[in-house]
Nanobody, 124 residues
Framework: QVQLAESGGGLVQAGDSLRLSCAASGRTFLGYVMGWFRQAPGKDREFVASISGSGSNTYYTDSVKGRFTISRDNAKNMLYLQMNSLKPEDTAVYYC?????????????????WGQGTQVTVSS
């Protein structure tokens, strides 16, 4: 069974940067689509970005394109989200997750393993 743990969140000013990390244990996630989601209080969980098993293909929601970069290191079972030019509307708990085999990774219900989240707060 895969276990995921996020880290790297914090309180920053608008325009600053953060890098989130997600460490996987239990087994390798090589070959699986991985994703980042976020959830603000009173809001639904929102897709942020995903990356293919090899790391060659990425997908981002429109609101973060050009600012966020998703990457992975399969040899270390690590997933990352580099967040630049942060805005107050990026404030949320950020979760990493692994998609089920054969899934696109674009939908919440396609993921079977989730971390517990890390808080990102961006002040104006």
């Amino acid at each position: 069974q895969v276990q995921l743990a996020e880290s790297g969140g914090g309180l920053v000013q608008a325009g600053d940067s953060l890098r989130l990390s997600c460490a996987a244990s239990g087994r390798t996630f090589l070959g699986y689509v991985m994703g980042w989601f976020r959830q603000a209080p009173g809001k639904d969980r929102e897709f942020v970005a995903s990356i293919s098993g090899s790391g060659s293909n990425t997908y981002y929601t429109d609101s973060v394109k050009g600012r966020f970069t998703i990457s992975r290191d399969n040899a270390k079972n690590m997933l990352y989200l580099q967040m630049n030019s942060l805005k107050p509307e990026d404030t949320a708990v950020y979760y990493c997750a692994r998609a089920r085999a054969g899934k696109s990774g674009r939908y919440y219900y396609e993921y079977d393993y989730w971390g517990q989240g890390t808080q990102v707060t961006v002040s104006s």
